[in-house]
């Protein structure tokens, strides 16, 4: 997910719409090695629920591989991208590595060069028909890597994600609360939670990129899609510095004032302030599906999920896309496997074996499958279905700049510490946003 975040364009109609069309085909394996065959894929699947997949599609690749051998190296996402450029310059770096959107990630990993363009195997594999072409420009660049959204796809994503409103169904219940419809209510809610003497959103600013989301689903109910897209790609010169920006800054800080998060959560991590949640500490949080997992076992709490509610009269739009995706090195000495590789990790096999973890698949669900969608997972392909339906996938908005992730985390702290005003933080990541698109067009 997660961050980062995170995934082209020629004003695109960013609805992304996972085709369910033809299985992507299967091909005789790429490589007949008469030797052990070593392919090395860096994920950072970590957790343990995404592991169990990882580890499982992996023993059936090799089982179906004669003489290959998969050597996993699992990173959490920042250390992942800390890491693996340096690592994808070396000749014996990882074959395959997840990279995560966005062009201080993937962007500047295709201009420096370090990328396989997989034109090709987009034809191989029909995986055409697995995914839209919107949900393949987000993990597009021109060859220069300047260009986001169009050009050649550098990455597939096994996993789609939208990011919504995790509650604890057992508190709702006991104190009679009831899933809000407009925002107008949640507002309410969140004023009656914290009355009832209950965090109402378990949130921690420690490692900085969730308060980016934490921010951007306000955001998102007050902008347009158009807005989104343009501001994302980089095109038709919008600005920052708006009043519906500023707006979604004055509620975020507005809830920090009011004792809306969690006790001391300047100081509490990502993980942490899960657990908290996990542990009934907490009427809801704001994060990605791809949480639920976590939610839907070694707990005796019951959760649901519901998309951040709308103003009053107006259709929901929500961050969302699809999780990070598997690359390949340009200098691999082995290109043909692990594309085919990559064709497994979006397989309905694939698909399946998401569904059943609790994670929302990028890929269409086999036509014979059997998983129960009477639960939290449903509810998050409910939810993803929704947006994806009704055109209203977001973006996370740190990937319009380089630098925006770092500015946005900068900028959101001191909003959130009173140090600044919405007015003062729309301009200061204006600053960022402006200076790119100048440098970007000379």
Excluded at 400 to 411: G, H, I, K, N
């Amino acid at each position: 997910m997660k961050k980062f975040r995170l995934p082209l364009i020629l004003v695109l109609t960013f609805v992304l719409v996972l085709s369910a069309c033809t299985t992507p085909t299967v091909q005789a394996p790429a490589e007949q090695p008469s030797e052990e065959t070593t392919l090395v894929v860096w994920d950072q699947f970590y957790r343990e629920e995404e592991s169990k997949v990882i580890e499982t599609l992996n023993a059936e690749f090799e089982a179906a591989h004669a003489g290959v051998k998969i050597e996993r190296e699992t990173k959490v996402l920042a250390d992942l991208q800390m890491t693996v450029k340096l690592a994808l310059g070396e000749t014996d770096g990882p074959d395959i590595a997840q990279v995560n959107q966005g062009r201080s990630d993937m962007g500047a990993l295709v201009e420096a060069g370090l990328l396989l363009p997989l034109d090709d195997y987009v034809a191989t594999y029909s995986w055409g028909n697995v995914f839209s072409s919107s949900v393949a420009s987000r993990n597009s660049f021109t060859s220069d890597g300047k260009t986001f959204g169009q050009g050649s796809l550098y990455g597939v994503s096994p996993t789609a994600e939208v990011v919504g409103v995790f509650y604890n169904k057992g508190i709702f219940k006991d104190n009679n609360w009831s899933v809000p419809t407009t925002f107008e209510d949640f507002e309410t809610l969140l004023a009656d939670v914290k009355a009832a003497g209950i965090t109402p959103i378990s949130f921690g600013s420690l490692d900085g990129w969730n308060a980016i989301h934490e921010y951007s689903a306000i955001q998102h109910l007050l902008v347009s899609l158009d807005y989104i897209n343009n501001l994302t790609y980089g095109v038709n010169n919008v600005s920052f510095d708006t009043p519906e920006n500023q707006e979604a800054a004055r509620i975020l800080s507005d809830w920090a004032k009011a004792g809306y998060f969690s006790e001391g959560y300047t100081g509490i991590g990502y993980d942490d302030s899960n657990n908290l949640f996990k542990a009934g500490e907490g009427a809801m949080t704001i994060t990605g599906s791809w949480f639920a997992p976590e939610l839907m076992t070694g707990t005796d709490q019951e959760f649901g999920f519901f998309l951040l509610p709308g103003l009053s009269g107006k259709t929901t739009m929500a961050i969302g896309g699809v999780g990070v995706p598997f690359a390949i090195r340009k200098t691999t000495e082995h290109a043909d496997l692990a594309a085919e590789y990559l064709n497994w990790m979006i397989s309905p096999r694939a698909a399946e074996l998401w569904a059943q973890a609790g994670m929302v698949p990028a890929m269409a669900l086999p036509e014979d499958s059997k998983i129960d969608t009477d639960n939290l997972f449903g509810e998050t392909l409910l939810a993803w279905q929704t947006i994806n339906n009704n055109n209203a996938v977001g973006h996370y908005i740190d990937w319009a700049t380089p630098t925006f992730y770092d500015t946005l985390v900068s900028e959101l702290q001191k909003l959130l510490g009173g140090v600044t005003t919405p007015a003062d933080f729309t301009a200061a990541v204006e600053v960022d946003y402006a200076n790119y698109l100048q440098e970007r067009s000379q």
